[in-house]
Nanobody, 123 residues
């Protein structure tokens, strides 16, 4: 059974940094792709960044240059390093994973999800 558990969210002032973690049960080598999504109140869930088994990464335009996704295969943990945070980055952040090939910015294509971790950014 696949379990994804996020942590690392919290409150931060604009311009600050946070690192989100997503601990996966079992080996992450089983996943073809993993990703971070976020959802703010009243908005649709949107892709933030994704990573493929072969190591390729994709970052959404709003976070390019500020956020970095990475995967520690030894510890089976997915990370999202967030810097220069803005109030518009505030949202619930979710980790997602799937065994199948596909894109990393479409939430409907991911089978496994964590419970989310809240990020609050004050101006």
């Amino acid at each position: 059974q696949v379990q994804l558990v996020e942590s690392g969210g919290g409150w931060v002032q604009a311009g600050g940094s946070l690192r989100l973690s997503c601990a996966a049960s079992g080996t992450t080598d089983r996943f073809y792709r993993m990703a971070w999504f976020r959802q703010a109140p009243g908005k649709e869930r949107e892709g933030v960044a994704g990573i493929f088994r072969y190591g390729g990464t994709v970052h959404a335009d709003p976070v390019k240059g500020r956020f970095t996704i990475s995967l520690d295969k030894f510890n089976n943990t997915l990370y999202l390093q967030m810097s220069s945070l803005k109030p518009e980055d505030a949202a619930m952040y979710y980790c997602a994973a799937d065994f199948r090939a596909g894109v990393v910015n479409n939430p409907t294509t991911f089978a496994y999800w964590g419970q989310g971790t809240q990020v609050t950014v004050s101006s």
